[in-house]
């Protein structure tokens, strides 16, 4: 009997180890040895997959007679259009139908509020073409020509199709020029950042030589000044002039029949590589684009850039960097009898241009029989062009915020050992909240809310996905874990486990024992 | 007065861009010291008539872009940044027109309105070690101190409301070794780069084999001339110190030259520079042995200041042309040592005590003046080296002295470093030791650097004075921007900040493989503590009839009794096989035939 009790005792015993062992011991390890994690919210980031990304845009219709049969028309031709709801209202205005400019100068008509249109109907004897876009958000149209008022919309103001483009390449992570060729202008835009420095840069090689006249600063401010403010919104863009000396293009140009010098195509890319490492900033954490203004080499003026069509120019774009204007000096200027005192406005006017092309904002649009677009009266955008950038700008954020976290969340599934802190979570979460927002925005039509959450969206994505604690510690994989605890493990849980064997041999025996007594 | 006024008409009448008001002036001071070493000093300066309180530094003409973006951005009035490689000898060189320590030292004072010092000096030297490729975003809140004392504004302040020292941070960092990936990024921010004027003589490899060379920035708010000071203007001071050794530079004899020096001659002038000046000290001349220069230099002149005459020779470069030139000094007979003068105020510094336990760091201060000088003296000592304010001992000729002010601000570790500022009284010509112990103490071991047993760096102390004489004296005044406003600068007294060795503390290192090992060798021993615990606890000794079918007998027994079994099955077979078999093969080939 005392043998069967003291039998008990060490089956007990053995039991308890493994409970312990088994039971505490091995959670607590696991728990103890973990990578600290912040729950992230998956599923939250897998439901943005689910958006259509499609925008809301309200129409405005004033007709001469019937607006409802406009509005029907335009349903059927627009309903297709893929991105957009179109919310299509009657307004009546009580204005004076015989001249376009007189309509455009008056403020109080045009809509106000981000993407909205406005489409008023017009006598077609007052109208010299059948179409013709305002530099507000109205659009006017002779009667009858409603299908070419449906081509405008389509080509200069939705742009739907390379909207679409740029949704799928964030999504895809697939630059454009691998989707379709066509779409050049996308490709020049810069990537989108909450802020962009704009470096102005005169170069003068042979400052002992060349003396200017020319007060930069005050030039680029005076100039660009309106146009920063009004693209505010969108991004903070911050002016900055600088003056480079005795930094060369470092190309031997050619000299051609007309004794002018000349670049070749294949010569400038290597140009802004040298000139890079003279323009950086080396603070600033933002994309610079570059405005360069280059005097040429006295002993090789003029110089001209041979574009592709063989024609020679001054000025060259580079797509997502900036541009090159080249300054000629003149005898006069070399041997230092007059200062040289460069063409402002052209310079500047050819500077708005190549910075219009970086915004994504063509300068020549694709020309439509009977349309014209009124010429721009001053450096600063059209209200509809502006829209165009604020939906570009709201849904490249938006779809690139959202691809960031889908990676994001992706990498942290497949790699266990990275570690998420507080401050990557916070920023996971607000960026899935901005991103839920925005998206709400866009199919509620609030264009300007929507850029204003898919901003906070893109910031707040990046800034979980480029924060550096995520590498801590990445270089202490799982298996070295292991393999330091095995000097305890394998010692321990081997009689553990044995002792496991004897104790259910000893329970079944004691099971045949009662089953007998019984 | 007079020389000034034609400058500043000159300077106007030069100016090459109308709209700019920037101005940027370059000076090289060559000095030959007493000890046969050859003192070269550049000197880089820009003004930028310009209000420096609204100043964004978004746009800039001759002013570097890349600094002017980070004292904007940061909200900086005054910045001061020095990188050197060597150590200043004082008691043999005289005092340096800017006084280094050894590696890199940085401090900025912070204008009225930053709110955030300690955060915004990190960013700083974080921005500064990219631009000048320095590890100086090592420099942070548990290395950087804030002195009362030591140190004040050097440019213009208002005096109604003066900064304060919480305004103030103050690093050092020993360790930074000085290279040409410094020297490179420094030229960029010369508006003329290395293309043109005095900066083309800067060659990596002439300045790397000097005894001593220290590069440094120095931006500071200055008023401008002629005016009431409401609104200060910008002054950036860009240098560069060498202390060439003759002897390295295998020379035979004691001549030397500009291309013998840097390797080049003199091209022409920076065309943006209002001037562009050598200044060669010539005043040894009539006290040493007599050396003569060629070319003739176009100017001399004559500097009395603080009781002390000196006399320059100056070469203007603008005059000189574009084409090479080389300035060469030539001793007619070999030249005399004299017996070395020490300077006023010099100091050692030395570690003292053995063993792993506990050391203390020994500063003497030597007076060499007839009067007493009064001294502040500086400790930025790491806070891995725990000293103890109560081991604080002045002592001058064996008498201990009562300090005038002590201040000290005790280090924790990993946040801040102690901070030990003392002034005393220096009795003329004696001796004053200062010493303070310490603990060593260990760290955590992901603190120690890749080479632990090099051992840890204390940086300088530095000592500040105001010297009574002029003697030995290079430093430009106060309110001067140029080297040419410190000829015939007396002054009531004149300002030193000296700045000692460097120290090296061996810590106890101990042995990387530790946590590992500690891990493995714990683990173990709780592994063989477990396994009889667990025997003892779970199994039961009993005693036990010899079962031959069981255990290692048994399983001997049953080997046997298999193989003896194996074998007459083998043998058996044998047996039978041999002669029906044969037979029958036989019959069968008979049948295929």
Redesign the interface.
């Known amino acids: 009997m005392a043998e069967k009790e ?2 008990k005792l ?2 007990g ?2 039991l308890s ?1 493994a409970v312990i062992i088994l039971v505490i011991g091995i959670p607590l390890w696991w728990k103890t040895t973990e990578v600290y994690r912040v729950p992230l919210p998956n599923d939250r980031i897998a439901q943005l997959k689910q958006f259509d990304y499609k925008i809301s845009m309200s129409i405005y219709v004033s007709s001469l007679h019937s607006d409802s049969a406009i509005i029907l028309e335009l349903n059927n031709t627009l309903k297709d259009t893929r991105m957009f709801n179109f919310k299509f209202k009657s307004v009546d205005l009580s204005i004076d139908r015989t001249n376009v400019m007189d309509i455009e100068k008056q403020s109080s008509i045009h809509p106000t509020v981000p993407g909205e249109i406005l489409l008023i109907e017009m006598p077609e004897k007052y109208m010299d073409s059948n179409v013709v876009v305002g530099n507000h958000r109205s659009i006017y149209f002779a009667t009858n020509h409603l299908s070419k008022v449906v081509k405008v919309l389509n080509t200069w103001i939705l742009q739907s199709e390379d909207l679409l483009n740029t949704v799928q390449s964030a999504l895809t992570h697939r630059s454009i020029n691998q989707m379709q060729k066509r779409v050049v202008k996308q490709e020049s835009r810069v990537r989108a950042s909450p802020e962009y420095d704009l470096i102005f840069s005169t170069i003068s090689p042979q ?2 030589k060349v ?8 030039a ?2 005076n100039f660009f000044a309106p146009l920063i403010s009004q693209l505010s919104p969108i991004a903070n863009h ?6 480079l ?2 930094v060369e293009l470092g190309q031997q140009p050619k000299l051609d029949a007309r004794n002018n010098y000349i670049l070749t195509h294949d010569q400038l890319p290597h140009i802004i590589s040298p000139l890079e490492k ?1 323009l ?5 954490t933002h994309p610079c684009l570059h405005f360069v203004t280059y005097t040429s080499l006295c002993e090789e003026a003029p110089l001209f850039i041979k574009a592709k069509n063989g024609s020679l120019v001054d000025a060259v774009f580079s797509p997502r960097w900036g541009g090159i204007q080249l300054l000629n000096p003149s005898k006069e200027h070399c041997d230092g009898s007059k ?1 040289l005192s460069p063409p402002v406005s052209k310079l500047m006017a050819t500077f708005l241009i190549q910075l219009r092309v970086l915004l994504g904002i063509t300068d020549q649009y694709n020309s439509i029989a009977g349309a014209i677009i009124l010429p721009l009266p001053s450096v600063k955008l059209r209200d509809w062009e502006l829209d165009v950038l604020f939906r570009f700008r709201t849904v490249e954020q938006m779809s690139l915020a959202q691809m960031t976290l889908q990676s994001l969340s992706q990498l942290l599934e497949e790699i266990s050992n990275i570690v998420i802190n507080e401050e990557v979570g916070a920023s996971v979460s607000d960026a899935v909240y901005h991103v839920e927002l925005g998206q709400s925005a866009l199919h509620e039509g609030n264009l300007e809310a929507a850029l204003r959450h898919s901003k906070k969206a893109y910031q707040s994505a990046e800034n979980a996905f480029t924060h550096p604690s995520l590498l801590a510690l990445l270089y202490f994989p799982d298996d070295q874990k292991y393999a ?2 095995i ?2 493990f ?3 849980m081997i ?2 486990l044995l ?1 496991m064997k ?1 104790v259910s041999f000893w329970k079944r025996v004691l099971r045949g024992k009662s089953e007998k007594t019984d | 007065m007079m020389k000034h006024f034609v400058f500043f008409i000159i300077s106007i009448h030069l100016a090459f861009c109308v709209f700019q008001e920037d101005h940027f002036y370059e000076e090289l001071l060559l000095k030959p010291l007493p000890s046969g070493h050859v003192y070269s000093y550049f000197q880089f300066t820009t003004v930028w008539n310009t209000d420096y309180n609204s100043h964004k530094f978004d746009h800039s003409h001759l002013f570097p872009r890349s600094l002017g973006e980070v004292v904007g951005r940061f909200n900086i009035q005054e910045l001061h940044i020095s990188l050197t490689e060597g150590l200043w000898r004082h008691e043999s060189w005289g005092y340096p027109v800017n006084d280094a320590p050894p590696g890199a030292e940085v401090w900025a004072w912070f204008r009225k309105d930053c709110e955030d010092v300690d955060k915004k000096w990190k960013e700083l030297t974080a921005a500064l070690s990219g631009l000048l490729c320095a590890s100086l975003n090592f420099i942070d809140s548990s290395n950087s101190i804030s002195p009362e004392l030591s140190f004040r504004l050097s440019g213009a302040d208002n005096l109604l409301n003066p900064l304060n020292h919480t305004h103030l941070r103050y690093a050092t960092l020993p360790r930074e070794i000085v290279c040409t990936e410094n020297l490179t990024p420094w030229k960029k921010l010369l508006p003329c780069d290395s293309k043109k004027g005095l900066a083309t003589l800067l060659n990596a490899g002439h300045i790397h084999n000097t005894n001593y060379h220290s590069l440094g920035i120095h931006l500071r708010q200055i008023c401008k001339p002629d005016s009431n000071c409401e609104e200060p203007i910008i002054e950036l001071t860009q240098t560069v110190s060498l202390v060439y050794d003759l002897v390295i530079l295998e020379s035979s004899t004691q001549d030397w030259s500009v291309r013998k020096l840097f390797g080049i001659g003199l091209g022409g002038s920076c065309p943006l520079a209002e001037s562009s000046l050598v200044y060669l000290d010539v005043s040894s001349n009539q006290t040493g042995s007599p050396f003569l220069l060629t070319p003739e230099p176009h100017e001399r002149v004559v500097s009395s200041k603080g009781g002390y005459t000196s006399e320059f020779a100056v070469f203007d470069i603008k005059k000189m042309g574009d084409k090479l030139f080389n300035i060469a000094l030539t001793h007619e007979k070999p030249r005399i040592y004299h017996l070395n003068v020490p300077p006023v105020i010099y100091a050692n510094r030395y570690i003292v005590g053995y063993g792993q336990e506990q050391g203390g760091i020994v500063t003497k201060l030597h007076n060499t003046h007839w009067a007493p000088i009064t001294v502040i003296f500086l400790e930025n000592i790491p806070w891995f080296v725990p000293i103890y304010f109560h081991t604080l001992k002045i002592r001058s000729g064996g008498k201990e002295i009562k300090p005038i002010l002590k201040k000290f601000v005790p280090g924790k570790e990993r946040i801040r470093p102690y901070y030990l500022e003392v002034v005393v009284e220096l009795k003329p010509r004696s001796v004053t030791e200062i010493s303070i112990e310490f603990d060593y103490m260990f760290l955590k071991w992901q603190e120690y650097p890749p080479d632990a047993n090099h051992g840890f760096y204390v940086g300088s102390a530095v000592i500040t004075a105001l010297l009574p004489v002029a003697r030995n004296f290079t430093g430009l005044p106060q309110e001067g921007s140029l080297f040419a406003s410190s000829m015939n600068a007396s002054r009531p007294s004149y300002l030193i900040q000296l700045r000692t060795e460097a120290l090296i503390i061996n810590l106890p290192t101990p042995d990387f493989s530790m946590p590992y090992n500690v891990i493995c060798l714990a683990c173990t021993v709780v592994a063989l503590a477990f396994g009889p615990i667990h025997n003892i606890t779970t199994k039961k000794l009993l005693m036990m009839k010899i079962n031959n079918d069981k255990g290692i007998g048994g399983f001997i027994k049953r080997a046997k009794f298999a193989l003896s079994k194996l074998k007459s099955k083998f043998q058996k077979n044998e047996t039978t096989e041999e002669t029906p078999n044969s037979c029958s093969c036989s019959e069968t080939k008979n049948k295929d035939d």
């Open positions: 003291s039998e060490r089956m015993a053995a180890f400052p002992e003396k200017f006249d020319y007060d930069q600063a005050a680029v401010t911050r002016l900055k002039s600088q003056w000396y005795f003279k950086g900033s080396g603070v600033s200062y330091v605890y000097p305890l394998i010692p321990i009689p553990v002792s004897s």
